[in-house]
């Protein structure tokens, strides 16, 4: 192809494109045409040839009488019969000496064929044949055969000129669709390229400007086809080349500079470095000019294989395994060898080796920095030494922290927290990396946060240690006391580098302080109402005792019940001084095995009524709850003062519900509350009422403290809280202004049935002392008196004593069956009487008489004394019925 | 070679090849188109003259050929410098317009025709034998009603040609003496041939149907079924077969060597294979005057029948 077709052609997709869709188009008409017209001549050849032989065959056919009869007429008229017959030039009917019978030209009829091809007719062949098929003329001629005897032959010549034409037309119109086909595939070929190229164009337009150097040219070609994909794709080749080449310049120029800086640092290597490289056998290649300073050869000296001055150190058949593995291409870490300066010395060197490989990958050398660490061996065993040191201090100084049950935390000047002790970490319930670095505004509520910030910007200002003491709620809602010391540690130059605190729980600390001050309060109340209650009791024994005296004797009844008002109105006063005795522990006991689920069901008439029908009063109880030891009546009264309580809490009605449970107390939730350990029956009163502050609760106990005004006595939670300290027992109260109260109180399960008193099981009316002797004791001489008046009518003999010491010299010289005597006395009390007794005439029985008990001091031998104390102010039938029983055990 | 170029350098040749045939279709041979026979007027190369031997429409002309063939063969190879044609004729009439106008060197025409081409520069040299054969036959189907021939009055008759001497005049005269005016009681049909006039009778279009013998004989013996169904109902008194004539033309000796050859045929075993194809036992000599009896029929018959000029 000339060079100027083959660059016109090869230079232009477009054209290329053209050419190609052109010449698809042309190749595929052309086969189209030719094969059509191809086919259809054949075809109308075919059918010409089949149309010829079929008229000559017939013509011989019909001719065949005619020429029999060589009727020329008839044969001349079949002959003209096909006249019409289409493109026929010529018919004819010879006889078989080629005379014509019969001709479209009737001039000739008689004339004989002389021409070659006709003669052929008669060359043997009695079969149909073609003499002449050509484009333009088919002559066939047909034997008409009579009873297989050719008797002549029908010849036709058939023009094919308007078949040719025909053929001609289609080719012509075939030719002519195919150049229109050409030409309208050039067309759309045409216009397909310029919509192909243009995009193509496009992409050519912004890679010559990027061959110019330009980077930020876009190509933008708006199409989904394959050039929108390649135009995206090109745009983000020429992204990612645009980064790799500011990575290759980047690099180039670290490259350069990390030469030069490594060309500056292989120069002036320290002393105790080495830059080398060796081929892949081991033989160095190059030595930076410091292995003098390092071991003392010059570069030359040390040209050799790497191992030649190794030590027999086992740490070099290390070394040499990594360098093998260094040359295969494996990466490895830093090693040490022992090589020897050429001094003799041993010197270790660190090393730190990569393989260097060619383009193609393969490794063509090994290039290394060696260390002289030497030096640093010896300073890092040391320091090792000094680390497990340190380490061994650190850990025993954690153990120490940790071991100390205050909470411990340390943070810097930001208040971010560093570290912790593990009673901290248990209190805050966080782990040291949950809590590095956090501050107090991420773990605790912001009031306390700000308020630990106050403190530590304080001690900032200050330099000094803050102590205070707060109170904070738990996760459980339980206030916690906690002692605070916050300080500071600095550096030795005095910068605060941080804060430093320690808490410790005081609670338990601050409720036994709480509880010891009410107890005092309450002892010395105690001690005040029962020193008042036991002068009153005394006074009012003898104002009953001789009451009664009186009205025994008296015979005139009007006189009578002037004795029994009096009688009355002592016991009246008798009542009074119980309940002021009541809220202290003092009061004498009737305890007996209760269970107080049975009280509180029988008593629930009575607490629906006291608390009135606008509260709806519930019992929870436990069905399997544990008896109790217990006075019944106080249980009574102090359910009752607790009810009314209650009912007063609720002015506008309201919720009251009585639990019970059996609850087992730990030692720390015992000794928070002050009692033993172990079980125990909760029996909890909880009402929706307008609650308590903490002023209110603190005051709650006190005597004659009240919030009714002159409504109450202010004796009713007292006499409670008496109540159960007598039973060892303990009481808490939880309330909330304007969300109700609860009152808790504990009372120990009952382990063993304790003995009844049998004072109950006598006769009381056929007592008679039978002169049995009783020695009375009380420094009282009214109550002394009125106790030998009551012993004497009933028929004992009694003795009289002021003191202990008295009666004893008493019972030194008389046989006494009994001594009654009063506990509270000067220089000896009862007990210590009673004791002295016990031990001096075990075989006297004896009654102490008393409006209150101490309990503390009783000795426990004397404790049946206690059980079987005879309360003042006590009547005259109690009396007798006391030295009974103790005579009748006797 | 990058395959892009490669790919069209292939395109270019293909074309260039699909060009170069469509040109060479496109061609065509010159010589040929024009062609026409030529002709030229010699004679005959060959050294035999040809006599043409026209026998009369006994049958039609391929049967015709079937059975005179043979004996044209006979007689060409038996006389030499001599071969005989044999020409048949469409119809009786294009026969007789031959005959008449002596197309024919050699003819067996019917007895009328004989007549007739006396005057006509032929004479008599022969004839078939079997005379007794040369009668009009009529035909009707078995299964017709046609018992008498007052029964064919009004009816079809077919017959092959009215100049048919046998099968056309003798049935005509016939039915004439016997109680019918042929020509006015009876629809008289030419059919063309003998084989026709039968035909006519089997397919019922035609109630009888006349010929004589040797085409019945002829016929039925192919077809089985025309003897199963029709019959020879009435026959004529016979009257001389047909004559043998040459044009008075032909040279004696020719004449001669041809009539020794047909009166002996039956003397050899070729040709009484030709003869039994005729139907006929055997040709026998005869001249002119053989067929008197022919012309007072003929006479008789224009006077009675129908006029035969």
């Excluded at chain 1, 150049?179 to 243009?198: D, Q, S």
């Excluded at chain 1, 049950?405 to 560093?418: A, E, F, M, T, W």
């Excluded at chain 1, 409006?851 to 005259?876: A, R, V």
């Excluded at chain 2, 005016?181 to 041939?193: A, H, I, L, P, T």
Aim: with cysteine; glycine share 6%; proline share 3%.
């Amino acid at each position: 192809m000339p060079k100027y077709l083959s660059r016109l052609f090869y230079s232009s997709l477009a054209r290329q494109l053209i050419f190609g869709i052109a010449a698809v188009h042309a190749i595929l008409m052309t086969i189209f045409v030719f094969d059509l017209v191809e086919r259809q001549r054949t075809f109308m050849l075919e059918q010409s040839n089949h149309q010829a032989l079929g008229l000559a065959a017939t013509l011989a056919t019909n001719g065949a009488s005619w020429v029999l009869a060589n009727d020329l007429v008839g044969i001349e008229e079949i002959i003209s019969s096909q006249n019409n017959y289409p493109d026929l030039r010529y018919a004819m009917f010879i006889d078989n000496r080629g005379k014509l019978l019969g001709y479209t030209d009737r001039e000739k009829i008689g004339l004989f064929l002389e021409d070659k091809l006709s003669r052929k007719i008669f060359d043997g062949n009695n079969s149909a044949k073609v003499l002449i098929e050509s484009s333009n003329l088919i002559d066939v001629a047909a034997p008409i055969k009579v009873n297989n005897e050719i008797i002549g032959w029908a010849r036709v010549g058939v023009s094919r000129t308007s078949m040719s034409n025909n053929l001609k037309l289609v080719t012509n119109n075939g030719l002519i669709y195919t150049i229109v086909a050409i030409l309208v595939g050039i067309l759309f070929a045409w216009v397909m390229a310029r919509g192909l190229t243009k995009g193509i164009r496009q992409l050519k337009f912004a890679m010559d400007h990027i061959s110019a150097g330009e980077r930020d040219i876009k190509c933008e070609l708006d199409r989904e086809d394959e050039l929108g994909d390649l135009s995206h794709d090109f745009n983000k080749m020429l992204l990612t080349i645009k980064d790799n080449e500011t990575k290759i310049i980047e690099s180039h120029e670290a490259l350069n500079l990390s030469e030069r800086k490594v060309s500056q640092l292989v120069d002036n290597l320290r002393t105790e470095y080495i830059f080398y490289s060796h081929d892949l056998n081991g033989i160095f290649t190059y030595l930076s000019p410091s292995i003098t300073d390092v071991l003392g050869y010059t570069s030359s000296e040390y040209m050799k294989r790497y191992d030649t001055h190794y030590t027999d150190n086992p740490i070099n058949n290390e070394a040499i395994a990594y360098t093998e593995l260094v040359s295969s291409g494996k990466k490895v870490p830093p090693y040490e060898v022992e090589v020897l300066h050429k001094d003799g010395r041993k010197r270790f060197m660190e090393v730190t080796e990569s393989p260097l490989f060619d383009s193609s990958g393969t490794v063509v050398a090994v290039e290394g920095l060696a260390r002289d660490i030497t030096d640093i061996k010896i300073s890092a065993e040391n320091l090792t030494k000094e680390k497990e040191k340190f380490e061994r201090e650190q850990l025993l100084l954690e153990s120490i922290i940790n071991s100390i049950p205050d909470q411990i935390y340390y943070k810097n000047v930001s208040g971010q927290y560093l570290g912790s002790n593990k009673s901290f970490d248990n209190h805050i319930s966080l782990t040291k990396s949950q809590m590095k670095n956090k501050t107090d505004f991420d773990l605790f509520p912001l009031v306390k946060a700000e308020t630990n910030k106050k403190t530590e910007e304080q001690i900032l200002l200050t330099g000094n240690n803050i102590y205070k003491e707060e109170t904070i709620a738990n996760d459980k809602g339980t206030e916690l006391t906690y002692d605070t010391l916050t300080t500071c540690f600095k550096q030795s130059n005095g910068e605060i580098l941080g804060f430093i605190q320690i808490s410790r729980d005081v609670t338990e600390l601050r409720n036994k302080e709480i509880q010891l001050r009410r107890s005092q309060k309450m002892d010395a109340l105690g001690k005040l109402t029962g020193g008042i209650a036991h002068d009153y009791n005394n006074l009012l024994g003898v104002v009953i005792g001789y009451a009664e005296l009186l009205s025994m004797s008296l015979t005139d009844e009007k006189l009578k019940v002037f004795s029994d008002e009096i009688t009355k109105a002592g016991k009246r006063g008798a009542n009074l001084t119980k309940k002021l005795l009541a809220f202290t522990r003092n009061q004498t006991s009737s305890a007996h095995s209760v269970n107080i689920n049975e009280i509180l069901s029988i008593d629930l008439n009575m607490i629906q009524k006291t608390l009135t029908a606008r509260i709806s009063v519930k019992l929870d109880l436990d069905e399997s709850l544990w008896n109790l030891w217990l006075d019944e009546g106080d249980f009574q009264d102090s359910v009752l003062n607790i009810c009314i309580n209650a009912m007063h809490a609720m002015p506008d009605g309201g919720d009251f519900i009585i639990r019970t449970r059996n609850v087992t107390l730990s030692e720390s939730e015992a000794s928070q509350k002050n009692i033993l350990p172990g079980k125990y029956v909760k029996l909890s009163f909880t009402d929706t009422g307008c609650g308590m502050d903490n002023k209110t609760k603190e005051q709650v106990f006190d005597p004659f403290f009240s919030t009714k005004g002159d409504k109450g006595s202010g004796l009713g939670m007292s006499q409670v809280f008496g109540f159960v300290k007598r039973a060892k027992g303990h009481i808490n109260i939880y309330s909330e202004i304007e969300k109700g109260t609860t009152v808790n109180l504990y009372f120990q399960k009952l382990e063993k049935e304790k003995k009844s008193s049998k004072a109950e099981e006598i006769d009381l009316e056929h007592l008679n002392g039978q002169g049995r002797k009783i020695l009375v004791v009380d420094d009282e001489p009214a109550l002394k008196a009125l106790a030998s008046e009551i012993l004497s009518s009933n028929g004992y003999k009694v003795y009289e004593a002021e003191s202990a010491s008295e009666a004893l010299g008493i019972l030194d010289h008389n046989t006494i069956d009994l001594v009654l005597s009063d506990v509270i006395m000067p220089d000896t009390d009862g007990y210590q009487l009673a004791s002295i007794i016990k031990d001096k005439f075990p075989g006297v029985r004896i009654i102490l008489a008393s409006g209150f008990t101490k309990h503390e001091s009783i000795k426990p031998e004397l404790q049946e004394l206690t059980d079987n104390l005879l309360h003042k102010p006590y009547s005259s039938g109690e009396l007798i019925k006391a030295v009974s029983v103790q005579l009748e055990d006797a | 070679m990058p395959f892009i170029p490669q790919v069209y350098r292939i395109y270019s040749i293909c074309l260039s090849i699909i060009f170069i045939t469509l040109l060479s279709a496109c061609s065509s041979n010159e010589d040929e188109s024009s062609y026409q026979p030529s002709f030229s007027s010699q004679t005959d190369t060959s050294s035999d003259i040809e006599y043409i031997f026209g026998v009369h429409p006994l049958h039609n002309p391929q049967r015709l050929h079937e059975v005179f063939s043979p004996l044209m063969q006979y007689l060409s190879k038996h006389i030499q410098g001599a071969s005989f044609k044999l020409e048949a004729s469409r119809n009786y009439a294009f026969y007789d317009k031959k005959l008449y106008a002596q197309k024919f060197d050699f003819a067996l025409p019917n007895p009328f025709q004989t007549v007739n081409s006396l005057e006509k520069g032929y004479q008599v040299f022969g004839k078939m034998g079997d005379d007794h054969n040369f009668r009009g036959i009529i035909l009707v189907r078995k299964d017709s009603s046609i018992k008498n021939i007052s029964d064919l009055k009004g009816k079809i008759v077919s017959y092959p040609a009215p100049t048919a001497l046998a099968a056309t005049m003798m049935p005509q005269y016939y039915i004439q003496t016997h109680g019918l005016n042929v020509m006015k009681d009876v629809d008289n049909r030419y059919v063309g041939s003998q084989e026709s006039s039968i035909m006519n009778v089997f397919l019922k279009h035609s109630v009888a149907g006349a010929t004589w013998p040797l085409p019945w004989l002829s016929l039925s013996r192919e077809r089985p079924e025309l003897v199963d169904q029709l019959e020879v109902k009435w026959q004529t008194e016979p009257l001389p077969n047909n004559s043998l004539v040459a044009k008075t033309s032909i040279p004696k000796k020719l004449v001669s060597e041809v009539s020794s050859l047909l009166f002996n045929l039956h003397s050899t075993a070729e040709g009484k294979t030709i003869l039994e194809r005729m139907e006929l036992s055997a040709f026998e000599k005869a001249n002119n005057n053989t067929y008197d009896p022919v012309i007072v029929f003929l006479e008789k018959f224009s006077k009675e029948v129908r006029s035969i000029k």
